[in-house]
């Protein structure tokens, strides 16, 4: 019995025809500025889901305008309840819209983002323009502060640079460095919590001393401002450290930990009940650490809102609601969303390390054509021809151990998604142990805690080399 023909492709259809197509259309600045003077959050937000596209005049303009709203903002920010705050998103747009959904409309609900809004998600341009959009809107019930990824030696070394420069250009990089040099560092909520990115500092006393710092500027790798952005409750935070109030962040490579003991005094010595910060993930999206034994309540609480961070640690994201005295943790899932190669690469230039590898290997084999006792014999006639023979094999092999390794380590990233090192490096070439790791949220915060660290210099051109092998253009460095 003959075997039935294949159905022919129609390839002028979508194969897919349960995910919509992006939308081609990219809107203007006439088409999101209404007469009102401000830009239609809700258009951008319906344009984003559909992996709309803007002009650059456009992102400029929403950028500049909220530049100018947060430097007109003190260094400490005092904001009244209820509110809803938000930890870290990385640039996952499509978890950010299902937050609104959990936290309340932005319409409606006063808001506290704890940074980290960029880099190692792959819709931070999204992100960011959209909250710009709504911090343009709801000036005085929208708050945004700093976090230590919004900063030019991070966003160069993570996505958030190569992502600009892919969805729109350079300059309007520089734009966002200097919108996010213009963030508040600090919040008073409700004048009892203190909200901040990362944490306290053996050089922060006092609110006024946060008051006091030039905030207008690339956080150094030392000092209170790179602190209030990096620091950590140590680990042993629940237990008793003793004295110790502060010791060096090795994790993070910069700033400390602080210990329950110093969070009791800072919070004592400024009247406050407790610390609410960000920067780090979270497996049910929040932790309550040890109580403030003077007043019983928990003197440091971590908030991270973004679910299943990286597409791999499997976390629930999480948002505080503050409402008369009442404290409400609502936890919430991640959301499917649109795919994207590593470092916005498109399919053929990721393919060429593969493409390489064969290719090699098919010259390799027609160069084989004499034996290696043919090519080391001493006839006159055929030495020259053998020596070009060996060089040009030596020479193809180097290259394709070149390629093969570089296939390998694009096959890891895309099993790692985002906790890939931008430096290439792999902490093992086995798919099962690297499958087995991400499976467990332990295992996925193990792997990418080298990218937890404050990347040195030398970690920031390693990057960069890294990403010219990715397109071999500099596949033998």
């Not at 600090?186 to 500092?201: D, E, P, Y």
């Not at 394709?400 to 998604?417: D, E, M, T």
Request: glycine share 4%; aromatic share 10%.
């Amino acid at each position: 019995m003959a075997a039935k023909a294949a159905e022919p492709i129609d390839y002028t259809q979508r194969q897919r025809a349960d995910v919509p197509p992006p939308t081609a259309k990219i809107l203007s600045v006439e088409d999101v500025y209404k007469k009102d003077g401000l830009p239609d959050d809700e258009l951008l937000l319906e344009h984003f889901k559909q992996e709309g596209r803007v002009t650059v005049e456009l992102a400029m303009r929403i950028v500049e305008e909220a530049t100018v709203l947060l430097r007109a903002e003190p260094n400490v920010l005092d904001v009244q309840a209820p509110v809803t705050i938000v930890g870290d998103i990385h640039g996952q747009f499509f978890d950010l819209v299902k937050l609104l959904h959990v936290g309340g409309h932005p319409s409606k609900t006063r808001y506290l983002f704890l940074g980290d809004y960029v880099d190692r998600g792959y819709f931070s341009l999204e992100t960011v323009l959209y909250l710009f959009s709504l911090k343009l809107r709801y000036n005085s019930t929208f708050f945004m502060l700093r976090g230590n990824h919004e900063c030019r030696h991070l966003t160069d070394y993570f996505t958030f640079k190569r992502e600009i420069d892919f969805k729109c250009c350079e300059e309007l990089y520089e734009k966002f460095m200097l919108s996010f040099d213009c963030l508040p560092l600090a919040a008073i909520m409700n004048k009892q919590f203190f909200c901040v990115h990362g944490g306290l500092s053996p050089e922060i006393i006092t609110i006024d001393d946060i008051r006091n710092l030039n905030r207008f500027t690339e956080p150094e790798e030392s000092g209170p401002l790179c602190d209030l952005l990096w620091s950590d409750p140590h680990e042993n935070f629940d237990k008793n450290t003793g004295q110790i109030s502060f010791l060096h962040n090795e994790t993070r490579g910069c700033s400390y930990v602080y210990t329950h003991k110093a969070a009791c005094n800072f919070l004592d010595k400024n009247s406050l009940l407790s610390v609410i910060r960000a920067h780090e993930a979270q497996d049910v999206g929040y932790r309550m650490y040890k109580p403030n034994p003077k007043t019983g309540f928990p003197s440091v609480i971590t908030i991270f809102s973004a679910p299943n961070y990286l597409d791999v640690y499997g976390n629930k994201g999480a948002v505080m609601i503050y409402e008369d005295n009442n404290m409400n943790i609502k936890k919430f899932g991640c959301s499917p969303h649109p795919y994207w190669l590593p470092n916005f690469l498109d399919v053929f230039t990721w393919s060429l390390p593969f493409i390489g590898e064969k290719t090699t290997e098919m010259l390799l084999n027609v160069l084989s054509v004499c034996t290696p006792e043919e090519l080391a014999s001493s006839d006159s006639a055929i030495d020259e021809l053998a020596d070009k023979m060996k060089a040009a094999k030596s020479t193809i092999q180097r290259r394709q151990r070149s390629y093969s390794r570089q296939a390998s380590i694009n096959q890891a990233q895309l099993l790692l998604h985002g906790v890939a090192s931008p430096t290439g490096d792999v902490v093992s070439e086995n798919k099962d142990e690297l499958q087995e790791k991400i499976s467990t949220f332990e295992g996925a915060k193990s792997l990418d805690r080298q990218n937890e660290a404050l990347p040195t210099r030398q970690d920031a051109d390693r990057a960069r080399k890294f990403r010219r092998k990715q397109t071999l253009e500099d596949i033998d460095i």
